[in-house]
C-alpha cells in the first residue's frame, strides 16, 4: 500500500513539473507577444487604404497557444483519470463533496482555458500582417489594445494554478479504500460469526462425529 502511495504521488509530481514547465512557456511567450505586436505608428496609409506589418508577437501568441493547450490536456486528463477511478473505489457518500469540489475546479480551469486562447488567436492574427485592403475585417486595419496578450498572460497563470489544484485536490485509488467494517462488543451479528467459526474450528472439515 505504501509503494502504491509513493508512485501515485511521484505520478502526480511529475504531471505538475510537466504542467508547471508548459505554462510558464505560455505566460513567457504571452509577455514577450505584449511587447512585440504591432502598433498604430507602424500603421502605413495608401488613401484609404491601409496596411500593418507581420509582427513576431504572431509566431509568440501561436505557441502560447500550443504550450497551454498542452498543458491543459496533460493535467486535466490525468486529474479526470484518477477522479474516475477513485470514485469506482471509495464511499460515494462520503468523497461525494470532494469529487463535486474536483469537478467545479476541473470546468473553471477549461473557462480560464478558453478564454485564453480566444484572447491569443484574436490578438496574434491581428499580428499576422494586413496588406492594402485586405484588413483584419471587412479591410480594414485593426492593432490589438495594450493589455490583450498580458490579460491571457494572467489566465494562463490562473489556468495552472487551477490545473495543479486539481491534481493534488484528486485522491488516487490506493487512497481511496472503501472502509473496512468492524464489530463492536455486545453485536447479534459479530457474536453469532465468531460462534459459527468456532464451531467450525471445534468439528475439522465441518463433518460432526456420530
Same mark, same amino acid.
Given at each position: 500500500?505504501?509503494?502504491?502511495?509513493?508512485?501515485?504521488?511521484? &505520478?502526480?509530481? #511529475?504531471?505538475?513539473?510537466? @504542467?508547471?514547465?508548459?505554462?510558464?512557456?505560455?505566460?513567457?511567450?504571452?509577455?514577450?507577444?505584449?511587447?512585440?505586436? @504591432?502598433?498604430?505608428?507602424?500603421?502605413?496609409?495608401?488613401?484609404?487604404?491601409?496596411?500593418?506589418?507581420?509582427?513576431?508577437?504572431?509566431?509568440?501568441? /501561436?505557441? #502560447?497557444?500550443?504550450?497551454?493547450? /498542452?498543458?491543459?490536456?496533460?493535467?486535466?486528463?490525468?486529474?479526470?483519470?484518477?477522479?474516475?477511478? $477513485?470514485?469506482?473505489?471509495?464511499?460515494? $457518500?462520503?468523497?461525494?463533496?470532494?469529487?463535486? #469540489?474536483?469537478?467545479?475546479?476541473? /470546468?473553471?480551469?477549461?473557462? &480560464?482555458?478558453?478564454?485564453?486562447? *480566444?484572447?491569443? #488567436?484574436?490578438?496574434?492574427?491581428?499580428?499576422?500582417?494586413?496588406?492594402?485592403?485586405?484588413?483584419?475585417? %471587412?479591410?480594414?486595419?485593426?492593432?490589438?489594445?495594450?493589455? @490583450?496578450?498580458?490579460?491571457?498572460?494572467?489566465?494562463?497563470?490562473?489556468?495552472?494554478?487551477?490545473?495543479?489544484?486539481?491534481?493534488?485536490?484528486?485522491?488516487?485509488?490506493? %487512497?481511496?479504500?472503501?472502509?473496512?467494517?468492524?464489530?463492536?462488543?455486545?453485536?447479534?451479528? &459479530?457474536?453469532?460469526?465468531? *460462534?459459527?467459526?468456532?464451531?467450525?474450528?471445534?468439528?475439522?472439515?465441518?463433518? &460432526?462425529?456420530?
Amino acid at each position: 500500500m505504501m509503494e502504491k502511495g509513493a508512485r501515485g504521488l511521484s &505520478c502526480r509530481a #511529475a504531471i505538475c513539473g510537466i @504542467v508547471v514547465l508548459l505554462c510558464a512557456t505560455a505566460f513567457s511567450c504571452s509577455l514577450a507577444a505584449e511587447f512585440h505586436k @504591432v502598433k498604430e505608428k507602424d500603421m502605413k496609409l495608401d488613401g484609404s487604404l491601409c496596411s500593418l506589418p507581420r509582427s513576431s508577437a504572431f509566431e509568440l501568441g /501561436v505557441a #502560447a497557444i500550443a504550450f497551454l493547450s /498542452v498543458a491543459q490536456l496533460v493535467g486535466t486528463t490525468a486529474a479526470a483519470t484518477t477522479m474516475c477511478a $477513485s470514485k469506482s473505489k471509495s464511499n460515494k $457518500s462520503a468523497a461525494a463533496r470532494d469529487h463535486v #469540489a474536483s469537478v467545479a475546479i476541473l /470546468v473553471l480551469s477549461w473557462v &480560464c482555458f478558453a478564454l485564453a486562447v *480566444i484572447l491569443l #488567436a484574436t490578438a496574434a492574427s491581428m499580428n499576422h500582417g494586413q496588406r492594402y485592403g485586405r484588413g483584419w475585417m %471587412d479591410g480594414d486595419c485593426y492593432v490589438a489594445r495594450n493589455g @490583450v496578450f498580458g490579460g491571457a498572460a494572467a489566465l494562463v497563470l490562473v489556468t495552472a494554478l487551477l490545473i495543479l489544484g486539481l491534481t493534488f485536490a484528486t485522491k488516487p485509488a490506493a %487512497d481511496a479504500a472503501p472502509p473496512t467494517s468492524s464489530c463492536t462488543i455486545g453485536d447479534p451479528a &459479530c457474536r453469532a460469526t465468531t *460462534i459459527h467459526l468456532d464451531a467450525d474450528a471445534e468439528q475439522p472439515g465441518g463433518r &460432526c462425529k456420530q
